[in-house]
Structure formats: structure tokens, C-alpha cells
């Protein structure tokens, strides 16, 4: 039974890699449940005792990859001192960077679907709990933005509606990656994440020196 139920794990794994890897290879339009099962050499009906139809599939992968990247940025943000609550803020959004460019196909896939989950997943009810997965996934930069209000280094507010408009920036600059490849004497989106960042945190209160100083030590710990 243990055997078994082990067999079961590592074919589920091996089976969002080789669905990664079609991603990667042929975009969306090349993902097919049959050519997967030939991939992985199952037989179609066996590949669907694992996964009951591509919706299914796309938001298993999905889930993978948002969960690898919160573990990324937990796991920056883990050996920051909890005193210094801002520097997390910006160690979570440089984590997240670090990440996307490690593995750009899974932040191309969580960016395209957060852009159109229905064009990927139509049907509401599996769309949405990938949402609510990103939302957990913003754990430390909720906890820091209460800690940094705590310790009154920002003015009071919502530390989720905080937290995913930093999201909302990091991912939307971050996308821009092609466009500044095109024109990089115009603009440097890496570079335009911390600055919105930044700007983010004195409009919300936090003074311009504490601010300065978590830039300076993120920018040493590089």
C-alpha cells in the first residue's frame, strides 16, 4: 500500500514536468492530454485517474509554480530580523525577482494566468482558488506590513490590500522584461520595481530615511 501510494506520488509529479516541459516547448496550444499520456507513457485513461481534463492539469502546474515561489520568498524573507520589517518588504519583492528570472516560463505561466484565468481555465470554480493560493502565498509581506505599522514605521491600513499592490507592481514591471530589451537605454524595469516599491512605502507613511537605509542593505546583500 505504501509502495503504491508512492508510485502514485512520483508519477503525479513526473507528470507536471512533462506538462511543464510541453509548455515550455509549444505554449498552451501544445498541451494535450493524449500527447502528454504518450509522453509520459500512460495510456489516456490511465493519465486521466490523475487528472480528470487539461482545466485540471493547468491549474495543478499552476499551483506547483506559485507554491515554489512562495517558498522563495518565505525563505528570503526567513533571515531578515523581524525588527526590520521593511527591508523585508523589499527582500520578499527582490526574492520574487531573483525567481522570475530563474525560471521565466513558470512566471510566464502565473502571469498569464493571473492576466486571463478564463482563457486558460473557463470555469470559475477551478480559477479561483489558484487566485486565493497567490493571496496565501503574500503571507510575508502581510506579516511584514503589519509589523512595519506596529512599529510605526507606516501609517495605518490594510496590510492585504498593501501587500497585492506590491504584487500587482513586481509582476506588472517585471512583465515589461521584452519591452526593455528592445529600448534598454530608456528604461530598466528591474530597476523600476524598487523605485515603485519604495514609492509605495513612503506614500504609505514609512519615513524616507528608514526607507533608504532597508535600499541601501538589500542593495548589499546582493
Known amino acids: 500500500m505504501v509502495a503504491r501510494a508512492q508510485h502514485r506520488v512520483e508519477t503525479h509529479a513526473r507528470i507536471l514536468e ?5 509548455v515550455v516547448e509549444s505554449g498552451f496550444e501544445g498541451l494535450s492530454m493524449r ?6 507513457e500512460l495510456t489516456p485513461g490511465a493519465l486521466y485517474r490523475y487528472f480528470d481534463g487539461q482545466d485540471a492539469l493547468i491549474v495543478a502546474l499552476t499551483a506547483q509554480v506559485i507554491d515554489e515561489l512562495g517558498a522563495a520568498v518565505s525563505e528570503a524573507v526567513h533571515g531578515v530580523p523581524a525588527n526590520r520589517p521593511l527591508l523585508r518588504v523589499l ?4 526574492a520574487y525577482r531573483l525567481h522570475s528570472l530563474a525560471h521565466p516560463n513558470r512566471f510566464g505561466l502565473v502571469s498569464m494566468l493571473l492576466a486571463a484565468p478564463r482563457m486558460l481555465i473557463p470555469e470559475r470554480e477551478r480559477a479561483r ?6 493571496l496565501t502565498s503574500l503571507a510575508p509581506l502581510l506579516e511584514s506590513f503589519a509589523a512595519a505599522e506596529a512599529a510605526g514605521q507606516l501609517a495605518a491600513g490594510s496590510p492585504i490590500d ?5 504584487f500587482a507592481t513586481i509582476q506588472g514591471m517585471l512583465t515589461l522584461r521584452k519591452q526593455a530589451a528592445h529600448a534598454p537605454e530608456l528604461f530598466d524595469p528591474e530597476q523600476l520595481m524598487l523605485e515603485a ?14 526607507v533608504a537605509r532597508a535600499r541601501t542593505d538589500l542593495g548589499g546583500a546582493r
Open 91 to 94: 527582500t520578499a519583492a527582490e
Open 35 to 40: 500527447a502528454l499520456a504518450r509522453r509520459v
Open 162 to 166: 498593501r501587500a497585492v499592490m506590491c
Open 197 to 210: 516599491i519604495c514609492s509605495h512605502l513612503v506614500g504609505w507613511g514609512a519615513p524616507h530615511a528608514d
Open 18 to 22: 512533462a506538462a511543464m516541459a510541453m
Open 129 to 134: 482558488p489558484l487566485v486565493d493560493r497567490m
